[in-house]
């Protein structure tokens, strides 16, 4: 995540995106589910895609929205306008805070009164001087529910992040290998994480609004790991077409999947896991290796012995030398350089 420090001078002032600007309105879109989406992680034969994720990109839906209303203040007022929706660097949650829509909570996000936590945001930038609304105050208080819920402690103090250990990010953001110490707490999670947005108590009043709710598509509220692990390339793209998933590629999703197999403890779907064995992408070798060790050991040792010495990449050879520690009287295994 680099661009963050790269676009810090710049994501400072909106005036550096453009010097005309004389003021942003700020819009936030209501996406919150119908039920605790923490539910799921009981269910470890199905995959949990983050809330959000579960319909069309937001950036395509709201940017549309955006342009239809920016369009008519354009119409109206003369004003240049220019529109954004997480695609610039611009500080999308101070300046909501700054506008009375919420105020940025302990877990980083945006916490709204009336549509909790689940809130997509976009900024119309204009040429228009607006007198500016009243900020929101923070309603947190001693409540500290989100920080509680995460499940990797990515939380090193109130309203601080560190996303090296964040599920969202290493599912989405982060390319390679998931780091061994927080395979297991991912469980089921195959893209983002919701627990700490679905802890938030001010969530009890998101369901205000809700014929403008975004909704989730019902194939992908709770998506099978069995159907997921036998994707490839095309047909990864067809089932996600649309999504944001579609952006992280099948590489990745992939390696998210077999970890949560690996988590489900469902011999049933070995078959699935050793079929990845052999799979082009060292992302979903390494992480088959893994599941496989923690559904099957016996086999996942068999499996070392035999395909050890065959292996190329630095990180695939590691999980396999993890799962074949040597014996006393014998060579230590070693891959293929």
Request: proline share 8%.
């Amino acid at each position: 995540m680099e661009w963050m420090a790269e676009t810090e001078a710049r994501r400072a002032d909106p005036r550096t995106l453009w010097p005309d600007v004389r003021a942003v309105v700020m819009l936030g879109l209501n996406y919150g589910p119908e039920t605790d989406p923490r539910a799921l992680l009981a269910e470890p034969d199905r995959g949990a895609i983050s809330v959000y994720a579960q319909n069309r990109d937001y950036h395509d839906v709201i940017k549309g929205k955006l342009k239809l209303l920016a369009g008519r203040l354009a119409a109206r007022s003369g004003a240049e306008v220019k529109v954004f929706v997480d695609t610039a660097p611009l500080m999308e949650k101070p300046l909501a805070a700054a506008a009375g829509i919420g105020w940025q909570g302990k877990h980083t996000n945006l916490v709204s009164r009336a549509f909790g936590s689940w809130l997509f945001l976009g900024a119309i930038l204009t040429a228009l001087p607006l007198q500016p609304d009243e900020p929101e105050r923070d309603h947190c208080g001693s409540c500290r529910a989100c920080l509680d819920a995460c499940p990797t402690g990515a939380f090193p103090a109130p309203y601080q992040i560190d996303a090296r250990r964040c599920i969202s990010y290493l599912t989405i953001e982060h390319a390679g290998p998931i780091p061994a110490e927080f395979r297991a707490a991912m469980g089921n999670r195959i893209y983002g994480c919701d627990d700490c947005l679905a802890a938030c108590p001010w969530n009890k009043f998101a369901q205000a609004g809700a014929e403008m709710k975004l909704k989730a598509r019902p194939d992908l509220a709770a998506p099978r790991l069995a159907e997921l692990a036998i994707l490839d390339d095309a047909a990864f793209r067809a089932l996600f077409s649309g999504s944001p998933v579609k952006r992280i590629g099948r590489d990745r999703f992939l390696r998210n999947v077999l970890i949560a197999i690996g988590n489900s403890g469902d011999g049933s779907l070995v078959p699935h896991v050793v079929a990845r064995l052999d799979d082009s992408a060292a992302i979903v070798r390494g992480a088959a290796i893994w599941a496989l060790g923690r559904l099957d050991p016996a086999r996942a040792a068999a499996e070392a012995r035999s395909r050890i010495a065959g292996e190329l990449d630095d990180d695939v050879c590691a999980e396999w030398l993890a799962l074949s520690p040597s014996e006393p009287s014998s060579p230590p295994p070693s891959c293929r350089r």
